[in-house]
């Protein structure tokens, strides 16, 4: 349980990061959301206080390092404090990469990449003062085996990865742990054009997309105690995709 400890989740008001904060809320966890704003933000607080704790959402492109330092000052001030960092904010812009442009491989690095050091950033000395705490980011099975018209977002999930375990053996010493969540094929909205898609349920041993709440029950795993002893790992929630790369 996560009772009297509260969560930070990027992109949490819609797909797999509204899964995320509303099992962790269901486990006790008070939950800062960040995300662009609009209804969903407001419905997904709404949502979250129903099940019983405090939720509170704050408008933030995690891709700017400023607005992500002024967001998490406020979530201090709000909360106290916070326990659980969990990295879900992300986008794509696919293209062939002899059809990509440097403004579309940098926006999806700047976004997906840089916006996991610009909120570690700010969780590092709240952990390590605290000398717990756990880091929890969403990568992709595309950050392990590639795919095509993806190469700035592979390469965005694939550096995560890298981020994720240099992270864990810096903070592994103070009780902090930051371990990767690498989905497949999930429904959300994004993927909605594309789950009857027979080509691509061919490429899943399970013959299926992933729930949003099938990710957000690792992620909470991760969040709890029982996973004290787990940092540096990446867990595939991919159906078995990659047991088969």
């Known amino acids: 349980m996560l009772n009297g400890k509260t969560a930070v989740v990027t992109g949490g008001s819609r797909g797999i990061g509204r899964a995320v904060c509303t099992a962790l809320a269901e486990n006790g966890a008070n939950i ?67 059809s990509m442009k440097p403004d579309s491989f940098d926006k999806v690095l700047r976004t997906n990449l840089y916006g996991v050091y610009n909120t570690i950033k700010q969780a590092y000395p709240v952990f390590m003062k605290k000398r717990s705490g756990r880091i929890i980011n969403i990568s992709s099975v595309s ?61 899943i041993p399970m013959k299926r997309f992933a729930k949003p709440e099938e990710i957000a029950a690792v992620c909470a795993f991760l969040a709890s105690d029982g996973a004290s002893y787990i940092t540096g790992s990446v867990i595939c929630a991919d159906g078995g995709m990659t047991c088969i790369s």
């Open 32 to 98: 800062a959301f960040l995300s662009r704003g609009g209804a969903g933000a407001e419905q997904t607080e709404r949502e979250l206080e129903a099940l019983g704790v405090t939720a509170r959402g704050y408008v933030c492109d995690v891709a700017d390092y400023g607005q992500t330092e002024q967001v998490f000052k406020q979530i201090i001030a709000d909360f106290g404090s916070f326990d659980i960092l969990v990295n879900n904010a992300g986008i794509t812009d696919d293209k062939l990469l002899l």
């Open 143 to 203: 950050g392990l085996i590639g795919n095509a018209g993806q190469a700035n977002y592979s390469a965005s999930k694939a550096a995560v990865i890298g981020f994720t375990k240099s992270v864990a053996r810096e903070l592994a010493s103070r009780g902090v742990t930051c371990n990767a969540i690498a989905p497949g094929f999930v429904e959300t909205d994004m993927t909605a054009d594309f789950t009857q898609n027979e080509a691509i349920i061919g490429q």
